[in-house]
């Protein structure tokens, strides 16, 4: 286990003997309780598999494909290399690769679209701060590689590279602040980090898709979240469903879904609403967390080896 997930474990046990110190709901270390599943909008989670690869100890973040079936991404934290693993819902591994030209600082999250030129792309989130000392944050973008092509490469040592990436460099407008989620708008191609924060709410920052131009932009706060839970803003990972309807983020205990009302036109609307929280399953370290290709199916992991997939599906 690495310094930086003993950290995290560090903060998850403190953090956790503060919500059942001060809620009646909380949850346990593997396990998320004190939730109504009946009068959750989701049915009752499921363990689809375990990842059975040995060179993913960390899956800080995931996507799942939009131009593939059954296929998955995910990536390890800090320390774990500029690589990203693909495996199916059975948990076998599809292959590994090298980010061309990327650098993993800190990789806390990634997201996927399928664009308007018939591709899909990965974002990967290299944004994690947790000592506030980065001058700038970067989110990598490049065409998600083919599992039918590259299977056989299979640990980082074979893996080959993917396509060039797009890059684009970031730094917040007022203070250095350590983000764990990731999240782009299949619909419009808006991008949006939250931070985490200990203290107080979430913030959400808007970002303009200016990659390569090879400036730092500055992003642009749109709003402030937080979590019926607490610490309110220890936001570890999100999502927005392909149709653009909704959002899920999650901390290390639940998942929260935010729905944007029937006669809103802007996304940013979703923001304010108040979130619905929803069991996620046994979850060691939970950073991940996305949605299926129906806009009703969340999935997430969690960061250990042998971490299960987990899968949590919208009643109808």
């Given at each position: 286990?690495?310094?930086?997930?003993?950290?995290?474990?560090?903060?998850?046990?403190?953090?956790l003997?503060?919500?059942?110190?001060?809620?009646?709901?909380?949850?346990?270390?593997?396990?998320?309780?004190?939730?109504?599943?009946n009068?959750?909008?989701?049915?009752?989670?499921?363990?689809?598999?375990?990842?059975?690869?040995?060179?993913?100890?960390?899956?800080?973040?995931?996507?799942?494909?939009?131009?593939?079936?059954?296929?998955?991404?995910?990536?390890?934290?800090?320390?774990?290399?500029?690589?990203?693993?693909?495996?199916?819902?059975?948990?076998?591994?599809?292959?590994?690769?090298?980010?061309?030209?990327?650098?993993?600082?800190?990789?806390?999250?990634?997201?996927?679209?399928?664009?308007?030129?018939?591709?899909?792309?990965?974002?990967?989130?290299?944004?994690?701060?947790?000592?506030?000392?980065?001058?700038?944050?970067?989110?990598?973008?490049?065409?998600?590689?083919?599992?039918?092509?590259?299977?056989?490469?299979?640990?980082?040592?074979?893996?080959?590279?993917?396509?060039?990436?797009?890059?684009?460099?970031?730094?917040?407008?007022?203070?250095?602040?350590?983000?764990?989620?990731?999240?782009?708008?299949?619909?419009?191609?808006?991008?949006?980090?939250?931070?985490?924060?200990?203290?107080?709410?979430?913030?959400?920052?808007?970002?303009?898709?200016?990659?390569?131009?090879?400036?730092?932009?500055?992003?642009?706060?749109v709003?402030?979240?937080?979590?019926?839970?607490?610490?309110?803003?220890?936001?570890?990972?999100?999502?927005?469903?392909?149709?653009?309807?909704?959002?899920?983020l999650?901390?290390?205990?639940?998942?929260?879904?935010?729905?944007?009302?029937?006669?809103?036109?802007?996304f940013?609307?979703?923001?304010?609403?108040?979130?619905?929280?929803?069991?996620?399953?046994?979850?060691?370290?939970?950073?991940?967390?996305?949605?299926?290709?129906?806009?009703?199916?969340?999935?997430?992991?969690?960061?250990?080896?042998?971490?299960?997939?987990?899968r949590?599906?919208?009643?109808?």
């Amino acid at each position: 286990m690495s310094l930086k997930t003993i950290t995290k474990l560090a903060c998850f046990v403190i953090s956790l003997f503060v919500v059942m110190a001060g809620l009646s709901s909380c949850s346990g270390i593997f396990e998320t309780s004190g939730i109504d599943d009946n009068a959750s909008p989701y049915k009752v989670p499921e363990i689809l598999a375990r990842i059975n690869s040995g060179e993913i100890n960390e899956s800080s973040g995931l996507a799942v494909s939009r131009c593939q079936s059954d296929v998955f991404w995910t990536h390890n934290d800090s320390g774990g290399g500029p690589f990203v693993y693909a495996f199916n819902s059975a948990g076998k591994t599809l292959g590994v690769w090298r980010v061309a030209e990327a650098t993993n600082v800190d990789w806390e999250d990634m997201a996927t679209i399928a664009a308007a030129d018939g591709k899909c792309y990965l974002y990967m989130g290299d944004i994690g701060d947790n000592e506030k000392k980065r001058e700038y944050l970067t989110i990598y973008r490049f065409p998600e590689p083919s599992t039918t092509t590259n299977a056989a490469n299979l640990s980082r040592e074979t893996a080959i590279s993917t396509e060039k990436v797009e890059v684009l460099r970031f730094k917040y407008p007022n203070e250095r602040s350590n983000a764990e989620a990731l999240l782009v708008n299949q619909v419009s191609g808006a991008i949006y980090v939250v931070t985490k924060s200990q203290n107080g709410p979430a913030q959400v920052f808007a970002l303009e898709a200016n990659f390569n131009t090879g400036e730092v932009s500055a992003a642009t706060k749109v709003a402030d979240v937080s979590l019926p839970a607490s610490p309110v803003g220890q936001v570890t990972g999100g999502a927005i469903s392909p149709d653009g309807k909704r959002l899920v983020l999650c901390d290390y205990s639940a998942g929260y879904e935010f729905n944007l009302s029937s006669n809103s036109n802007e996304f940013d609307e979703v923001w304010p609403q108040k979130p619905t929280r929803f069991n996620l399953g046994p979850r060691f370290i939970g950073e991940s967390v996305a949605f299926g290709t129906d806009s009703s199916t969340v999935f997430a992991t969690t960061e250990n080896a042998d971490a299960p997939l987990i899968r949590v599906e919208r009643k109808k």
